[in-house]
């Protein structure tokens, strides 16, 4: 009898991870599917949770049941996947990190998500394309004219400057005033920041300019006075980046044996809380804790089982630990079992 009920049990815990069926009678307990809710005994009612699908937003792992091996639901998670930093025509390969919401080796290895993919580079019909330049600013030095530069596509289409060839791109700014000025620094407009938050580093080309009979002629660096060269780096800052703060962990939830204690996790964007943070870098949000073995009672050699107590089942799953079991099947959870 006992052993035909291990198997339904086994059974019934197997269907609930993997098939899980309208409802599944075993030992007392039935699973139903709405709401994934196990209902049991009143006996047994301190050792179980129950949660649905709604309320299940973190952590990613959630426990079912609370048998010794107990059922967990685990699942995939994936980071962006990397831009594609393929020349026009050329192909490269993408990457992203996949991790297991538990332990790797209890994800199927199976259903794994291919972590790199091969991808293409943009057509190589980018071109640089500029406006007319604007009215000269001023006389010799000071003066400047300034045109657009676009990156754009074969259809007109204006696309990211990533795509054109950054060595071949026309100046936007030019020196003017007269038909010969003397050569003198030239800085063109910064390139955008190299961090997307947070701060990082930014361009810009000097250049070394002379006016010749009207013509913009470039001389060597050592032509113009090096003290007045503009920088070509700078630090910038485009917008706090997204981060994963904690608070302390809470109290033990058992003064003795083995418990478990929590914190709050969030996602903070400067002083906003909001959802962008990377969930492969999110910090664990509950841990077990073991302060010191709990004291046992000394052996009561009168104590014998209560009547009604199916303790040949209790010992098999493993409930002695149950305060219930614990004293309902006191005689038989004595016996050293293997």
Known sequence: MGASLMGEL???VTNFRESFPTAVP??????RQPGFRLVLPSSLDGLFKTASPASRKEPPLQRRGGLKNSVFLRKREESQQDQCTARCGERSMVSRDIRCS???RLCDASTKPAADKNCTGPPCDRQW???DWGPCSGGCGPGRMIRQVYCKSSDGRVVPESQCNPEAKPLAIHPCGEKNCPAGWLAQDWERCNATCGRGLKKRTVLCLEIVSGKIKTRPPATCNATKK???EATCFERPCFKWYTTPWSECTKTCGIGVRMRDVKCYQGKDLVRGCDPLLKPVVKQTCDLHPC???????SCQDQAGTNCALAIKVNLCGHWYYSKACCRSCRVPHS
């Open 295 to 301: 004291p046992t009672e000394p052996p009561d050699d």
């Open 129 to 131: 394309t500029v406006s």
């Open 230 to 232: 503009e920088a070509e």
């Open 102 to 104: 538990e332990e790797e």
């Open 10 to 12: 086994a059974g019934a």
């Open 26 to 31: 075993a030992c007392g307990f039935k699973y």
